[in-house]
C-alpha cells in the first residue's frame, strides 16, 4: 500500500522537506541544448514544423503555411521543491508535485495568406505574417501512477495556478499598409490558452504507458510453446 511505501521510505509527506531538484535541472538543460544544437543542422525542426502545419486537413482558406523563423531560445527552465502530497484520485494514493520557472522567448513565425473564396474559388488571397513567442511558465507538475484499461500509466498534468504568456505579432495584408492586428493577437492568445488548458491542466493531462516486463516475458513464451508444439510431430 502507499502507506506502507512511504513508511519504508521514510518519508512524511506532511514534514518532509522540499528537495531543490538542481541536478535533474542541469539534466533537462544539457538535453535541451543537445536538441537545439540537432534543430540546426539542414533547418531539420523548419522543415518539420512546415510538414506538420501542412500536413493533415487545413481549412480551405488558409493557403499554404511557411516558417519563416524559429528560435528555441538561449535559457532552460529550472525545477525546484519535488515533494510528495496526497492524490485527488484515487483515493489513498500520492502524487509527486514540482515547481517549473522558464523564462525565455521561444519563437516562431510563419506566412501564409487567407483565401477568399466568394464569389468563386480563390477569388483573392490576403497575406498573413504571424510570429508567436513563449515568454514564460510557470506552474506546479504534478505526476502519479494510474492504472487505464488495466495498464499502468504515468500521468503527468499542470496545478491550475499556472502561468503562461504568449506574445504574438500579426500582420494582415501588404506590410506597408496594415500592421499588428490586436483582435488577431487576441483570439491567437485566447486559443492557445484554451488549447493549454484542455490538454495539459488538471484533471487533463498526457498519460505515458509504462513498459510491462513481464508481459513481454509471457508473450515470448508462449510463441516458443506454438512453435514447439504447432508443427507436424517427428516419428
Given at each position: 500500500?502507499?502507506?506502507?511505501?512511504?513508511n519504508k521510505?521514510?518519508?512524511?509527506?506532511y514534514?518532509?522537506?522540499?528537495e531543490?531538484l538542481?541536478?535533474?535541472s542541469?539534466?533537462?538543460?544539457?538535453?535541451i541544448?543537445?536538441?537545439r544544437?540537432d534543430?540546426k543542422v539542414?533547418n531539420?525542426?523548419?522543415?518539420?514544423?512546415?510538414?506538420?502545419?501542412n500536413g493533415?486537413?487545413?481549412?480551405d482558406w488558409?493557403?499554404h503555411i511557411?516558417v519563416t523563423?524559429?528560435n528555441?531560445?538561449e535559457?532552460f527552465p529550472?525545477?525546484?521543491?519535488?515533494?510528495?502530497?496526497?492524490?485527488?484520485?484515487p483515493?489513498g494514493?500520492v502524487?509527486?508535485?514540482?515547481d517549473?520557472d522558464?523564462n525565455?522567448?521561444?519563437?516562431?513565425g510563419?506566412?501564409?495568406?487567407v483565401?477568399?473564396n466568394?464569389?468563386?474559388p480563390r477569388?483573392?488571397?490576403l497575406?498573413?505574417s504571424l510570429?508567436l513567442?513563449?515568454?514564460?511558465f510557470q506552474a506546479?507538475?504534478?505526476?502519479q501512477?494510474n492504472?487505464?484499461?488495466?495498464?499502468?500509466h504515468i500521468?503527468?498534468s499542470?496545478?491550475?495556478?499556472?502561468n503562461l504568456?504568449f506574445?504574438?505579432q500579426?500582420?494582415l495584408?501588404?506590410?506597408?499598409?496594415?500592421e499588428d492586428?490586436?483582435?488577431?493577437?487576441?483570439?491567437?492568445?485566447?486559443?492557445?490558452?484554451s488549447?493549454?488548458?484542455?490538454?495539459c491542466?488538471?484533471p487533463?493531462?498526457?498519460?505515458i504507458?509504462m513498459p510491462?516486463?513481464?508481459a513481454k516475458r509471457?508473450?515470448?513464451?508462449?510463441?516458443?510453446?506454438s512453435?514447439?508444439?504447432?508443427?507436424?510431430?517427428?516419428?
Amino acid at each position: 500500500s502507499t502507506t506502507t511505501i512511504l513508511n519504508k521510505t521514510f518519508y512524511d509527506i506532511y514534514d518532509h522537506t522540499p528537495e531543490s531538484l538542481d541536478w535533474m535541472s542541469v539534466l533537462m538543460a544539457q538535453a535541451i541544448a543537445q536538441y537545439r544544437d540537432d534543430s540546426k543542422v539542414n533547418n531539420r525542426l523548419i522543415k518539420a514544423l512546415a510538414e506538420a502545419l501542412n500536413g493533415g486537413v487545413r481549412p480551405d482558406w488558409v493557403g499554404h503555411i511557411r516558417v519563416t523563423e524559429l528560435n528555441l531560445g538561449e535559457d532552460f527552465p529550472v525545477l525546484s521543491r519535488a515533494r510528495i502530497r496526497p492524490a485527488d484520485h484515487p483515493a489513498g494514493t500520492v502524487r509527486a508535485e514540482i515547481d517549473i520557472d522558464f523564462n525565455d522567448q521561444i519563437m516562431l513565425g510563419i506566412e501564409t495568406s487567407v483565401l477568399i473564396n466568394w464569389p468563386r474559388p480563390r477569388i483573392a488571397a490576403l497575406p498573413v505574417s504571424l510570429v508567436l513567442s513563449v515568454i514564460k511558465f510557470q506552474a506546479t507538475i504534478t505526476m502519479q501512477f494510474n492504472t487505464i484499461d488495466g495498464q499502468q500509466h504515468i500521468s503527468i498534468s499542470t496545478l491550475p495556478d499556472f502561468n503562461l504568456e504568449f506574445g504574438v505579432q500579426s500582420l494582415l495584408g501588404a506590410r506597408t499598409k496594415l500592421e499588428d492586428v490586436p483582435k488577431v493577437t487576441d483570439l491567437i492568445t485566447s486559443k492557445l490558452q484554451s488549447f493549454f488548458v484542455d490538454k495539459c491542466v488538471y484533471p487533463n493531462g498526457r498519460n505515458i504507458a509504462m513498459p510491462t516486463f513481464w508481459a513481454k516475458r509471457d508473450i515470448y513464451a508462449k510463441s516458443q510453446s506454438s512453435s514447439n508444439t504447432g508443427g507436424p510431430k517427428q516419428q
